[in-house]
């Protein structure tokens, strides 16, 4: 049965029933029933989606089928981790009010998953359980409307709003982990067991307890100095012996970001690309956040950033046109990137320079503090918003005025009016 056919049978079914709910309202109920800690059959969930029905012939019972498979649809795309919401739920990258209007695929699709959770029991639920239902159902509720969304959002609304839409998988992969999976606990805390034992490494003086190793974790990252890549060996090497295993990668490669006992491997591995590019390393750089993409390609860490000016430095032109076609956001690296690779190619073009205006367009100190008619604060804050100073120091800790220096002209170029 085919997509056109599933949505038109499925939109004709709804006009058969008493609540009448929109399509994508339906689609986030579905994928909502995916996260539930207990399976609902068709008649539990039909009344609280639909209503009631009036069906009075064989080709509307047919618009059931097409429901079924909608169903069924969804719950693979739970088993398989293809959360993302559908291509229409989109944020408008000006004005993320815009999407979130009465009746916007955004918030229809938002409100339908919470529909969906108000069939979890929360009295049932242990402390983890509550904790990613809650971080979920935040998320879901600030896309149902724009005075829920400016509330939680805050100063640097549009900035936080892109921010929460892109990393919405992983708040429902966190909750569908907890709900669905953590009930099977006596597997689950034997094999975290194992796991920590290994991460003791059956001396018990080194690091007795998990606390030690999150204290030492902790201190590993805030240091960027090449000293700290023996003890960062460590602790990777601590990881691998246990449950991160070569079978582990290669049987969760492609969601890694998406399970919670992976993301100090993430976090430890993404630094030590970042030490290594810091001290001039950047080949070894490069090949470990290429890594790190393979294993979570949707960037949750935004490794993207730093291995695109790496790439530049390296000249591998080629690998970076390839990551720019993979991440097609309007981000100040990426066009900062697509300005330096359009000039290696062009010169002093039209094409290059109309990635220039796009810049001063995208951010007006770009340029200025680029070409060092700005400065910086020493302390930068935890946040940024899109066209301020901040963005332009972030884009400057992943190496973009190496990536510059690194192109011969490319800073007299960028200065001239």
């Known amino acids: 049965m085919s997509p056109a056919k599933i949505r038109s049978d499925v939109i004709k079914l709804s006009e058969l029933s008493t609540k009448k709910p929109d399509y994508y309202f339906i689609q986030g109920y579905l994928m909502g029933l995916g996260v539930l800690p207990q399976l609902l059959v068709p008649s539990e969930w039909h009344p609280d989606l639909f209503g009631e029905f009036n069906i009075q012939n064989e080709t509307e019972l047919k618009y059931l089928e097409s429901l079924m498979a909608l169903y069924n649809q969804s719950m693979d795309k739970i088993i398989q981790n293809e959360l993302k919401m559908p291509a229409k739920c989109s944020l408008s990258k000006q004005?993320?009010?815009?999407?979130?209007?009465?009746?916007m695929p955004l918030p229809n699709y938002c409100k339908g998953v919470l529909q969906a959770l108000k069939n979890i029991n929360k009295r049932m639920l242990n402390t983890e359980q509550k904790r990613s239902i809650n971080s979920f159902t935040t998320v879901l509720k600030a896309f149902t409307s724009p005075k829920i969304a400016a509330k939680e959002f805050g100063e640097f609304a549009q900035y936080n709003a892109q921010e929460y839409k892109?990393?919405?998988?992983?708040?429902?992969?966190?909750?569908?982990?907890?709900?669905?999976?953590?009930?099977e606990r006596a597997v689950f805390d034997e094999n975290e067991a194992e796991f920590n034992n290994h991460f003791l490494d059956e001396e018990p003086n080194e690091l007795d307890e998990l606390d030690e190793f999150d204290e030492l974790l902790e201190l590993v990252l805030a240091d960027t100095e090449l000293k700290a890549l023996e003890p960062m060996q460590m602790l990777l090497e601590i990881m691998e012996s246990g449950l991160i295993t070569k079978q582990f990668i290669k049987n969760n490669t492609g969601h890694f970001w998406g399970l919670q006992e992976t993301r100090p491997y993430m976090m430890v591995r993404a630094h030590r690309a970042k030490i290594n590019a810091l001290h001039g390393y950047t080949q070894k750089a490069q090949s470990e956040l290429e890594e790190l993409l393979t294993l979570n390609p949707n960037d949750n860490q935004a490794n993207r950033f730093l291995l695109m000016n790496c790439l530049i430095i390296n000249k591998q032109w080629d690998k970076l046109d390839a990551l720019l076609a993979d991440f097609d956001f309007q981000e100040l690296h990426a066009t900062a990137s697509r300005a330096l690779s359009t000039f290696?190619?062009?010169g002093d073009s039209k094409p290059a320079n109309d990635y220039k205006k796009m810049l001063q367009q995208q951010n007006k100190?770009?340029?200025?503090?680029?070409?060092?008619q700005e400065k910086l604060k020493e302390q930068q804050p935890p946040y940024f918003s899109p066209?301020?100073?901040?963005?332009?120091g972030v884009y400057?800790?992943?190496?973009g005025k190496q990536a510059w220096i690194s192109v011969p002209a490319s800073l007299f170029w960028l200065r001239k009016k």
């Open 396 to 399: 400057l800790d992943s190496l």
């Open 166 to 183: 892109r990393n919405y998988v992983y708040f429902m992969a966190d909750a569908i982990f907890e709900l669905r999976f953590s009930n």
């Open 387 to 392: 066209g301020s100073k901040e963005e332009v």
């Open 95 to 103: 004005d993320y009010r815009e999407s979130l209007k009465p009746n």
């Open 365 to 372: 100190h770009f340029i200025k503090i680029l070409t060092g």
């Open 344 to 346: 290696v190619k062009h």
